[in-house]
C-alpha cells in the first residue's frame, strides 16, 4: 500500500538547502549545525561524538534519537554527511526532474539524498503517525576518506542491532555484500650515491620496487578479489641515486583466505627482491619495513536476515521488488557490521557520483522514501 504522505516539495526543498551547505571531508561542521537543527524540529535528540578530533575534522558525528510511538527494537538509519571535491559551492539546477550542479562541481547528491530522505520519512512519521518504533540516527563525518568517521563512531551510543545506510544509486536495491580489505604499506631502504660519480656505491630502492611490482598479478583477481599498487613516493632528485621509496597498495576479497593471500603474495615479493639484494648492502641496508593494516572487514548479510527481509516486505508492500546486490567497495555498512550492526545500504536515486556530471531525480528520492516509509512501518511491528 504507497504512502500518499510524501512531500515531494518539501524534501526538495531539504536536499537543495542540503546541497547548498558546503561539506567536504572534515568540514562537516556547518552541515551537522543545520541537522541538529532540523533533527531537534523534528523531534530527535541529537549528540555529536569525538570522531572529529581523531581525524582532524571540525565535527564528529552527528548521533539523534527518535523515540518514534511503538514499541520496538531500535533500528538504525545512517546517511553520511561529507562529500568529495571539488564540492564548495554548489548551486543546483533542476531541469525535467533532474537535479544536477551547475557543471564546475560534483552536486552532493552522494550523500544528501540519503540524508534528505530520511529527513522526509521523519516528517512523514510525524504528519501522518506512521507507525514507527525507537529510531537510531547517524550522520556520519569522512565516509569518503576511508570511512574514517563510522571508524571512530561512539558505538556505545547505540543498542540498534540493525537498520540500513541510504548511500548506494539503485533504490531498487540492497547491497548485502561488500568486500574486506587490506591496506598494504611497504617501505625499501636503499642507499643513496651520486648518480654519475659512484652510482656502484649506491642501492636504488626505486628499482626494487619497480622490480617487485612487475611480476605482480594486480587487478582482478577473481570474480571476488581485487588488488592495486596505488601510489609510490620516493627519489628526491634525478642525480642521486634512490635511497627510499614507499608504495602503498590494497587488495580487497569477499574472501578472508584469498584475502589474507593476495596480500601475502604482494609481501612475499617485496621481500624476495630485496632479499636477493641484501649481499649488496651493510647496515641494515637494503631493508623492507612491511604494514598491512585491514582497512575494513567484509559485509555479509544472509538472505534471510530481517534487515532483507524486511526490505523484501516492504518492496513488495509498493508493488515493487528490491534486489540484493553485491558491492566491490566498502561502506559505513562494512564498519558498523564489525560492530554487530547488521545494516543492509539502500539505493537513494543518485547516478555518476564523484564526477561535475553526478545526477539525481527527484522521483527516485520520492520511490526511496516510500521504501524506507514502509520498512520503518514493517520494522515496528517486529
Ligand atoms: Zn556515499
Known amino acids: 500500500m504507497l504512502h500518499p504522505v510524501i512531500d515531494q516539495d518539501r524534501l526538495a526543498r531539504s536536499f537543495v538547502e542540503l546541497v547548498k551547505i558546503d561539506s567536504v571531508s572534515r568540514e562537516e561542521g556547518a552541515l551537522c549545525e543545520y541537522l541538529t537543527q532540523r533533527l531537534g524540529q523534528l523531534g530527535a535528540d541529537t549528540l555529536v561524538d569525538d570522531a572529529g578530533s581523531a581525524v582532524g575534522g571540525d565535527c564528529g558525528n552527528l548521533i539523534g534519537r527518535y523515540a518514534g510511538n511503538r514499541k520496538a527494537p531500535p533500528l538504525l538509519l545512517s546517511a553520511h554527511m561529507d562529500t568529495v571535491e571539488p564540492g564548495r559551492g554548489v548551486e543546483p539546477v533542476l531541469k525535467n526532474g533532474i537535479y544536477r550542479s551547475k557543471g564546475n562541481t560534483i552536486l552532493g ?14 516528517a512523514c512519521i510525524a504528519d501522518n503517525k506512521i507507525p514507527c518504533g525507537p529510531l537510531e540516527l547517524l550522520f556520519t563525518i569522512c565516509e569518503e576518506i576511508g570511512l574514517q568517521g563510522a571508524k571512530h563512531l561512539a558505538f556505545d551510543q547505540f543498542n540498534a542491532q540493525m537498520g540500513y545506510v541510504l548511500d548506494t544509486r539503485n533504490p ?3 547491497i548485502t555484500r561488500a568486500p574486506a580489505a587490506n591496506r598494504i604499506r611497504l617501505e625499501i631502504g636503499g642507499r643513496a650515491a651520486h648518480a654519475g660519480a ?12 619497480a622490480r617487485a611490482i612487475a611480476p605482480l598479478n594486480l587487478g582482478r583477481i577473481d570474480h571476488e578479489t581485487t588488488c592495486n599498487i596505488g601510489l609510490v613516493e620516493g627519489g628526491v632528485a634525478i642525480n642521486i641515486v634512490p635511497d627510499r621509496v614507499v608504495v602503498h597498495g590494497e587488495a580487497r576479497s569477499h574472501d578472508i583466505s ?7 603474495e604482494i609481501v612475499q615479493a617485496f621481500q624476495k627482491v630485496v632479499g636477493a639484494s641484501a649481499s649488496r648492502g651493510e647496515e641494515g641496508v637494503p631493508y623492507l619495513k612491511v604494514d598491512v593494516q585491514l582497512d575494513f572487514d567484509r559485509l555479509h548479510i544472509d538472505e534471510n536476515h530481517d534487515a532483507v527481509r524486511i526490505a523484501r516486505a516492504a518492496a513488495a508492500n ?8 553485491t558491492s566491490g567497495g566498502g561502506s559505513d555498512a562494512n564498519i558498523l557490521a564489525q560492530h554487530g550492526i547488521v545494516a543492509g545500504v539502500l539505493g537513494t536515486g543518485c547516478e555518476k557520483v564523484h564526477t561535475v556530471h553526478e545526477q539525481v531525480a527527484l522521483k527516485d528520492m520520492v520511490r526511496s522514501t516510500e ?7 514493517l520494522h515496528s511491528e517486529k
Not at 198 to 209: H, R, V, Y
Open 172 to 174: 531498487e536495491v540492497i
Open 258 to 264: 584469498k584475502l589474507h593471500s593476495i596480500t601475502d
Open 318 to 325: 509498493l508493488d515493487r521488488v528490491i534486489y540484493t546486490a
Open 198 to 209: 659512484e652510482p656502484e656505491k649506491g642501492i636504488n630502492a626505486i628499482e626494487l620496487a
Open 371 to 377: 521504501l524506507l516509509l514502509e520498512i520503518i512501518r
Open 109 to 122: 547528491a552522494d550523500d544528501k539524498c540519503g540524508v534528505a530522505i530520511i529527513l522526509e520519512a521523519l
